[in-house]
């Protein structure tokens, strides 16, 4: 019988530090510039124009080469060499002809060394600034009333975030808990499917890094037979996590509720920034039965939580 009841655990709070709060506000200010408009003269290498264009080649416009209110700065060497320095000088309203020649080779063979002809109409002309540690920062990027506000409100959030992760470790130690002792028998099945799941999720995480299975195994100088068997003891933990998550799921009745499943997918929105209406184009019987087990799993660790035993540690962040 799962004995869930009862288990000892330490809440390790961890507090944070206000150097911790001053690093992030920094990284906020520099990820935020304010906007300058340019009236009073033409514009300047440094300079941000916002501007149309239209290309051409021997008089028939070309595909690839239109864009509206876009942004160059002048100088950047973002556009084909000898297009930003033709812009030096105008200012909003004006109309230029860019007369340029398309490098060779370039990544569209029907333009390389071609001799072109941009159509440009100059929109605005602008310089962006970086902001002070002050109230206008809060106010303007934070919608706070002063800065002093905003970097409370920074602190409180980063608290929170800290106070959940430590919860959710918590949960995991307890849970890993009945874990090393569980003694029930295990599906070879259910394991084979924890062993490809783990595969999977490596070859997605080698794929971000632009990688394949292949060229790992190569490069660990294993092959993908004793990377299944490193995988192994984890595929083992995660189906035996879930056959300890079933038995207080059902002796404590668990059930998810549309407000529960609700929940979830706002959270779910929030962590993928969508909309529901983008998120629901994804959610497929698979997706929401999974979206179910989540709020199961997450309504079982509440409740195994509350039955423990818990001492309370906090430590300072450095």
Do not use: W
Request: net charge negative; proline share 3%; charged share 30%.
């Amino acid at each position: 019988m799962l004995n869930y009841k009862g288990l000892k655990g330490t809440y390790e709070r961890l507090i944070v530090s206000e150097a911790s709060v001053d690093r992030q506000m920094d990284a906020l200010l520099a990820q935020h510039t304010k906007v300058i408009p340019v009236t009073s003269r033409a514009s300047e290498p440094g300079d941000e124009l916002i501007l149309d264009y239209a290309g051409f080649c021997d008089g028939v416009q070309f595909e690839g080469g239109t864009a509206q209110n876009q942004s160059l700065v002048l100088g950047s060497g973002t556009f084909i060499p000898g297009f930003e320095e033709q812009l030096v000088g105008t200012r909003p309203g004006d109309q230029v002809d860019v007369r340029v020649t398309f490098p060779t080779p370039y990544h569209s063979e029907a333009l390389a060394g071609r001799d072109a002809v941009f159509k440009c109409t100059v929109r605005a002309i602008q310089q962006r600034e970086k902001y002070a540690p002050d109230d206008a920062f809060a106010r303007e990027v934070g919608g706070f009333d002063s800065f002093e506000a905003m970097r409370d409100a920074l602190k409180q959030g980063m608290q929170a975030y800290a106070d959940q992760q430590a919860d959710a470790d918590l949960k995991l130690r307890l849970l890993d808990t009945l874990v090393e002792a569980y003694d029930g028998k295990i599906d070879d099945a259910q394991v084979d499917d924890a062993l490809e799941a783990e595969m999977q999720s490596l070859r997605a995480q080698l794929a971000r890094q632009g990688l394949t299975l292949e060229a790992y195994c190569r490069f660990t100088d294993k092959t993908e037979d004793q990377l299944r068997q490193d995988r192994m003891p984890d595929a083992r933990k995660r189906v035996v996590r879930q056959q300890v998550l079933l038995g207080i799921i059902e002796a404590e009745g668990i059930e998810a509720s549309e407000d529960d499943v609700a929940l979830e997918i706002q959270k779910l929105c929030r962590q993928n920034n969508m909309t529901p209406e983008q998120l629901s184009t994804r959610l497929d019987d698979a997706a929401q039965r999974a979206i179910v087990q989540n709020v199961l799993a997450d309504k079982a660790l509440e409740c195994l939580r509350q039955y423990a035993e818990i001492e309370t540690v906090e430590k300072q962040e450095a």
